[in-house]
């Protein structure tokens, strides 16, 4: 089992930048695959970016690619999302994910590869 509590979104202006926490307990954090998904009102939910089981490997969605860093802290149990030049379309709340099922180098993109969910954090973004 692995529990994940979410934090560091808020209210934001466009251009601004927020970093999003993820801490995990429950299970050896190094041998998780991470992931960001996010979902705004009305629509479904959408892949942002994850990091694979040994932290070598990363991949983003298109539309986030170049402004948003993820990363994982092993000592703290922690992965982050880095979010710069934020923009009205990046409003959603943000769900932190993880599971330990893959090969330490994948990166798992799809919402239906992770066991394991926050509660999520809302991150809105103002023009």
């Known amino acids: 089992q692995v529990q994940l509590v979410e934090s560091g979104g808020g209210l934001v202006q466009a251009g601004g930048s927020l970093r999003l926490s993820c801490a995990a307990s429950?299970?050896?954090?190094?041998?998780?695959?991470m992931g960001w998904f996010r979902q705004a009102p009305g629509k479904e939910r959408e892949f942002v970016a994850a990091i694979s089981r040994d932290g070598g490997s990363t991949s983003y969605a298109n539309s986030v690619k170049g402004r948003f860093t993820i990363s994982g802290d092993n000592a703290k149990n922690t992965v982050y999302l880095q979010m710069n030049s934020l923009q009205p379309e990046d409003t959603a709340v943000y769900y932190c994910?993880?599971?330990?099922?893959?090969?330490?180098?994948?990166?798992?993109?799809?919402?239906?590869?992770?066991?394991?969910w926050g509660q999520g954090t809302q991150v809105t973004v103002s023009s």
């Open positions: 994910a993880a599971d330990f099922l893959f090969s330490s180098a994948y990166v798992p993109q799809r919402s239906y590869e992770y066991r394991y």
């Open positions: 429950g299970r050896a954090f190094s041998s998780n695959a």
